[in-house]
């Protein structure tokens, strides 16, 4: 395989990972035929600050020592298997850069050699981009399992985010997923580091000032947990690590891993922990809040702000014209935009009707049954919409 083919072949692998940036476009396709051109190889992202991009998301080499149950690349698994040399893929790279295909890399690897040696050759990798080629546009380093303190300080110097991925909530459950990968040494205390590294260290040592931003990711489903396990540990993250936002990626099957037989997970069940987790992260609920089934799930189809305001707001709505942002944002059908934009709009004029709700952006059906204004309950203006 020539360098294209080679990271036409490792780009399409990747569709499996679900962490990076959420995807704007349909997934890219896993087979090329030699007259789609590069711009396959990019799918639309969208990154921290809003800003859209095209992402180039690939591994440096599908080789793999580790023998994780539900990996595509896991080591004796009969499959094609490419590899990258760093400079190899920092000038490829860079051509793509320059060509306006790619604006943005998100870099993984499968471990060979181990841990260590591995981030080594990421690192590699973003270095002689960074200082070679001069790259200064976006860069997302996966860290690897047993990378050291020194190697996840160097990475936050290259990379404007970095993520280890945990799989799974806890030491007992990710021994259902991956039985080599140990969930304290090796998951969390790197992202432990990149938050200990942030507090000592000042953000001029960092790409462009700036600290990069951690996420992680868990194979939802994957080791029989609960939503509430992942949920308890995201939580602790978000807490704790200032992790700028967990992945869940609903477990599917691959064939001809030791996890083959086990069934694929619902979709929604990843949909519902975003939106639980994104409760949790910005909008001052607590675990407790959450719906949760005596099963420990999120129910599968029901928003989870919705069901907590059936419980807690039916009975006693929110008055529209004193809230404040804390409670505003409990409301279903208003996020911190429109709470903003509501809060704006009060120091001007009383808000009296959902016509006026819905121009702030607020989905003023959804909130209706939840809210006063002045005093008045406007589950009766439905009709109007
Ligand atoms: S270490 Fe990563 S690439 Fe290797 S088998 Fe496990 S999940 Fe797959």
Known sequence: MNSVDTLK??????????????????????????????????????????????????????????????????????????????????????????????EGVF????????????????????????????????LHLKIMPGAEKDQVYRAMQLADRVSVNLEAPNTERLARLAPHKIFIEELLRPLKWVEEIRRSEPS??????????????????????????????????????????????????????????????????????YQ??????????????????NESNLPLYTDPKQAWAQINLVEKPIEINKAEKRDLIKIPGIGLKGADAILNARRMNKLRDLSSLKKLGVVAERAAPYLLMDGRKMAAQLSLF
């Not at 051109?37 to 095209?54: C, E, F, V, Y």
Request: aromatic share 12%; with cysteine.
């Open 107 to 138: 870099l993984s690897s499968g471990i060979a050699g181990g841990g260590i040696r591995t981030q080594d050759k990421l690192l590699d990798t973003a270095d002689i981009l960074r200082k070679k080629y001069q790259y200064r546009g976006y």
């Open 204 to 273: 001029y040592k960092f790409w462009n000032g700036r600290y990069p931003s951690t996420v992680t990711q868990f194979v939802a489903g994957g080791s029989d947990e609960s939503d509430l396990e992942l949920l308890t540990i995201t939580n602790w993250l978000n807490k704790n690590v200032r992790l700028k936002r967990a992945y869940f990626s609903a477990f599917h099957p691959v064939r001809n891993t030791p996890l083959e037989n086990k069934p694929a997970v619902d979709p929604m069940r990843e949909h519902r922990l």
């Open 9 to 102: 072949y490792l780009s399409s692998q990747m569709d499996f990972e679900a962490d990076g940036e959420p995807r704007l476009d349909s997934p890219a396709p896993v087979c090329f035929t030699p007259k789609e051109d590069a711009h396959t190889l990019t799918h639309r992202a969208q990154l921290p600050n809003g800003k859209s991009i095209l992402l180039l998301k690939t591994l440096l080499s599908s080789a793999c020592e580790r023998d994780c149950f539900y990996c595509p690349f896991r080591a004796g698994r009969d499959f094609r298997r490419a590899t990258f040399k760093p400079d190899e893929f920092a000038g490829l790279f860079s051509k793509m850069h320059q060509s306006g295909i790619a």
């Open 276 to 293: 639980a987790s994104f409760l949790l992260r910005d909008y001052g609920f607590d675990l407790e809040d959450l719906p949760f089934t």
